[in-house]
């Protein structure tokens, strides 16, 4: 399936190219812009066709930090050495990705650029929650997806004479599983699935998952109702170093 990005106000290649010569990771351009970190990695993977205020925003936000793009039809040498953004991409050197950052190829300078071609893999989303409520559910995911790539790096260490995992890198362990866990849970959520229920009102524990109810109250409280105490709590949970915290703590 093809995508016209041409009536956007900038293309999936130019979001990139601008980022990179900008020195911007996704997350660093998402904290920075205010907009939506999850829209920015799909919309730069071509797997997602944005409204246009989001690309309006975004092409805003490169030129606020300095950017220029220049939507020219045949980019001259002076362009070329500056590593400016066209419509395919930066042309010259920027010291980032080639991959990333590349743009009309010689013999297609000065030509119109086609639709660009992406293989779109769609996900039933369940029209019972608002665009508020699917932004929360993205944005949560990504933040556990980076808090768990930070958490892999740790270091694995023993037990006091013994061979086994100390119980702070069990505890370690739990925490990243524990957040693969919520990511599950968010995804069921926006397929219309309530794998986990919300804890009783007693938080009396009978079952295994009255527990898990426990474990992921606060992590549902944000991303379905937008508790924003809920929220500050998730983000600011201290590193387990029990299993038991690392579970529920």
């Known amino acids: 399936m093809s995508i016209d990005y041409s009536k956007l106000a900038l293309t999936p290649s130019e979001s990139r190219a601008a980022r ?3 020195g911007f990771s996704q997350s660093q351009a998402a904290a920075k812009s205010g ?3 999850h829209k920015i990695k799909r919309f730069e993977s071509k797997s997602y066709l944005p409204e246009a205020e989001f690309t309006d925003a975004l092409r805003e936000f490169y030129e606020g930090e300095g950017y220029n793009f220049r939507d020219e039809d045949a980019p001259g040498a002076k362009a070329k050495a500056r590593g400016d953004v066209f419509q395919a991409g930066v042309i010259g050197e920027t010291g980032a990705a080639p991959s990333e950052t590349a743009g009309f190829a010689q013999e297609n300078q000065g030509k119109l650029p086609r639709p660009q071609a992406a293989n779109l893999q769609f996900m039933r989303i369940s029209p019972s929650l608002s665009s508020d409520q699917i932004d929360r559910c993205f944005d949560h995911i990504e933040h556990n997806e980076e808090a768990i790539a930070e958490g892999m790096k740790l270091p694995a260490k023993a037990g006091f004479l013994s061979s086994t995992p100390s119980d702070l890198t069990q505890a370690q362990a739990i925490a990243q599983l524990r957040r693969l ?5 968010i995804y069921a ?3 219309g699935r309530e794998l986990v229920a919300s804890p009783t009102e007693d938080g009396e ?4 998952g009255d527990l ?5 109250a606060d992590t ?8 924003k105490e809920a929220h500050a709590r998730h983000r600011g ?3 387990p170093t029990e299993v038991l915290q690392a579970l529920v703590g």
């Open 189 to 191: 959520r926006l397929m």
């Open 181 to 185: 866990a919520e990511n599950g849970a």
């Open 20 to 22: 990179n010569y900008l």
């Open 35 to 37: 907009l939506p970190g």
């Open 237 to 239: 949970r201290a590193a």
């Open 220 to 227: 549902l409280r944000a991303v379905v109702h937008g508790d």
């Open 205 to 208: 524990v009978k079952t295994v």
């Open 212 to 216: 898990l109810s426990i474990a992921m």
